[in-house]
């Protein structure tokens, strides 16, 4: 009921023709029976993430996780912290319905319905695109406009009036940096007791310097690589690939350096496109903070420059997927990816215990989405108060970068809020228009129904 969706319910969907919603799953989070240490790695920890990973791709219950049992079930999430219990809501049971706020929502003057403003930046023409193809006029000033879109955030949040919808939401700066994040995930950690699977082993060395030290000459850190980087830079910037048993990690370890830094344990065993590095850029859409809804699409892979070896950090462009400079970087679509993620499934008797390898990936992509999301709904995908966003409701449009290991494990490198949108590539084009079509579609039927009090599902 709409109770449980005010305090905090959030819904992951897929925004795909291929994959239509088709149920709905609600679930308990546990607090947890102690605080828990940063994000680190014992063979311990190693052995139930990945009983913590086959749970998720076989369907089995748990209490620390969110499941998809198949990928029937993949469509929608709610979580919530009332209810002790895990329900399967399918389509065919009638009766569920999501009532809506029972406040009333502002309608839209007749005269601003179905118009829209934009920063003019062609990085925002998909948007645009989309919003025309759905009947919407672009209107001159930034007042006028049902739908605002700018693709930087430019704090209009107080500026807005209550019907007008913006895409950006106030609270992002608690996870758009490296450092902001990692701590967030440290107090989630401590409060539900989740294991956070989907992380690299990870300190803050300006708050954690002795056990990061500890970590390296004492627990058998100095033989593992590991990845120092810049909290505040994106696109490969800031980040030093440090090589096991060597000088420079014993340094990083022992003396405090002149700015605050994020180390992870790099991920080894990677999983490599042609012998090449590369990642999955997924995306995930905030449709509403009134209530909480979260849509998630499969995204497209990100393909290195160089070749890619475990056993060299010198160059540290071979260990990046983007923004290196060098021509040949590729991207492709999801579609390739499974195809050669079946290709090495098929290779490798060691992953016959994993049902179906696509939704495996798939099901820890959402799972890590809601995880997370979890961490920082209260932080920033919720809605602040009336004194900070004037605007009754809001949306957003977010990225997240993944790896994959040889053993179908999903890491998650870092959530992006500027998510490139440009359109090098025609399958590009042609996702941006599925894409943010099904964007525009969902909001519109969110507000319409909450202007007319009706439920949301």
């Known amino acids: 009921n709409f109770e449980c969706a005010r305090r905090g319910v959030m819904l992951v969907a897929a925004i795909s023709t291929k994959h239509p919603i088709t149920s709905i799953m609600v679930r308990q989070r546990h607090a947890a029976s102690k605080p828990l240490s940063p994000i680190t790695e014992t063979d311990k920890d190693q052995k139930r993430r990945k009983a913590h990973r086959g749970n998720i791709s076989n369907g089995v219950a748990t209490k620390k996780t969110v499941l998809f049992a198949a990928s029937a079930l993949s469509a929608i999430l709610l979580l919530t912290r009332y209810g002790p219990r895990i329900h399967y809501i399918k389509n065919d049971m009638p009766g569920y319905v999501m009532k809506t706020s029972p406040r009333a929502f502002t309608p839209v003057p007749e005269g601003n319905r179905k118009t829209f403003w934009f920063d003019g930046g062609k990085i925002s023409f998909p948007m645009v695109r989309a919003l025309r193809s759905a009947g919407f006029q672009k209107v001159n000033q930034m007042e006028d406009a049902q739908i605002v879109f700018q693709y930087r955030s430019n704090n209009l949040y107080d500026k807005l009036k209550p019907w007008q919808r913006l895409n950006h939401i106030p609270g992002y700066r608690h996870w758009n940096r490296k450092d902001t994040i990692l701590d967030g995930f440290k107090a989630y950690q401590e409060r539900t007791g989740s294991d956070l699977y989907f992380l690299p082993e990870s300190y803050r060395l300006e708050q954690g310097q002795e056990e990061f030290k500890r970590r390296i000459l ?13 909290p505040d830079v994106n696109q490969g910037k800031g980040i030093e690939l440090i090589a096991p048993n060597s000088e420079r990690l014993e340094q990083v370890a022992s003396s405090e350096l002149d700015e605050d830094y994020i180390i992870q344990r790099y991920v080894c065993n990677e999983l490599t496109w042609d012998g090449r590095k590369f990642d999955i850029r997924m995306f995930w859409f905030v449709a509403s903070v009134e209530p909480m809804i979260v849509l998630y699409h499969d995204g497209y892979s990100r393909i290195g420059n160089g070749d890619y070896s475990e056993h060299d950090f010198k160059d540290t462009t ?38 179906d390898p696509v939704q495996h990936v798939r099901n820890q992509f959402k799972d890590s989405l809601g995880e997370f999301i979890d961490a920082f709904k209260d932080l920033n995908f919720s809605h602040p108060g009336r004194d900070v966003m004037t605007s009754e409701n809001a949306y957003g449009f977010y990225g997240a970068d993944y790896i994959l290991d040889q053993d179908l494990d999903v890491w998650l490198l870092e959530p992006q809020k500027g998510c490139g949108m440009d359109e090098d590539y025609k399958f590009r084009v042609e996702m941006h228009d599925a894409l943010f079509g099904g964007m525009v579609s969902t909001l519109e039927e969110i507000w319409y129904k909450q202007e007319a009090g009706e439920p949301v599902l």
């Open 318 to 355: 071979s260990h990046l997927t983007t923004y290196t400079g060098l021509g040949e970087e590729v991207k492709d679509t999801f579609q390739e990816f499974e195809k050669r993620l079946l290709q090495h499934y098929r290779s490798s008797p060691n992953l016959r215990h994993i049902r």
């Open 218 to 230: 004492e627990e058998g850190g100095l033989h593992l690589p590991w990845v120092l980087k810049k």
